[in-house]
């Protein structure tokens, strides 16, 4: 394939990321998970290419320079991750998420989970890609066992949020829209638990720190996770964080 869509490139990079808790994904028992990597710069791709297929588990299935170019390459291709850099020429990663995440939201297959490339670990532009569907980011700079990290958590469903960044990522954006702008009464479907549940997802804890606040089970946790996400319709804890703030029941001054 061309270089905007498949085939290798050289050069090296590393990423990184604050992963989340593995949540069931769709990765077909068996088969290693399929990524495509797009950047405007082949030696980006190589790069990242290089380190994921160093990995038994994980198979790099095409490559893409620019938006445009993902959107096709995800329809054709159909991969479980998707790294998307934000910044290229022609339709940039934000445009590209929304849209591959839109196409899968209306296939009988499930949508691939975008990962955003950031060099910024506090980024206007990342929380508008979680609010495209994105399921988390990750930093170019970090080490390579970051980047694999990453791969498979939001390929079995996870999401790529810690505390610190996810405070950070979202203070940044809360402070330009200070105003609700979810629908809060969808809030009234959860129970007491699940909203607190969904408070402390917001702050960026995982299901293990959950648990020892709450001083209960992490299997107890993760129920809890699961039924709130359902109850408010949202695909993974991005989604839910992005919620939380946006119908106000969390603010950054919290």
């Known amino acids: 394939m061309s270089d905007r ?18 949540a069931g994904g769709s990765v077909p028992a068996g088969r290693p998970i399929h990524v495509l990597i797009v950047d405007d710069q082949a030696m980006v791709r190589g ?23 993902a959107i096709d390459a995800a329809r054709l291709l159909r991969p ?13 990663g934000l445009e590209a998420t929304r849209r591959i995440v839109e196409a899968g939201e209306g296939s009988a297959t499930a949508a691939p989970r975008v990962v955003i490339l950031t060099t910024f670990e506090v980024d206007e532009y990342v929380f508008r890609a979680m609010r ?9 700079n970090a080490p390579p066992d970051d980047l694999v990290a990453a791969v498979r958590v939001v390929a079995h469903g996870g999401a790529l949020l810690g505390p610190t960044v996810t405070r950070r990522l979202i203070e940044a954006f809360v402070a330009a829209t200070p105003s609700p702008t979810a629908d809060r009464g969808a809030l009234r479907h959860l129970t007491e638990r699940e909203r607190e549940v969904l408070v402390l997802v917001a702050r960026g804890l995982a299901n293990t720190e959950i648990a020892e606040r709450l001083v209960v089970g992490e299997a107890t946790v993760k129920s809890h996770v699961s039924s709130m996400l359902s109850k408010l319709g949202l ?7 992005v919620f939380a703030y946006e119908s106000g029941l969390v603010s950054a001054r919290d």
């Open 80 to 92: 479980e991750v998707v790294l998307m850099d934000i910044q290229m020429t022609g339709m940039d």
């Open 132 to 140: 495209a569907g994105a399921s988390g980011f990750l930093l170019k």
């Open 5 to 22: 869509v498949g085939g290798r490139a050289n050069g090296a990079v590393s990423g990184g990321a604050v992963a989340g808790d593995l």
């Open 47 to 69: 790069g990242l290419r290089m380190i994921l297929e160093a990995e038994d588990d994980i198979r790099v299935i095409g490559e893409a320079g620019d938006g445009a170019a």
């Open 235 to 241: 695909r993974d804890r991005v989604q839910a964080v």
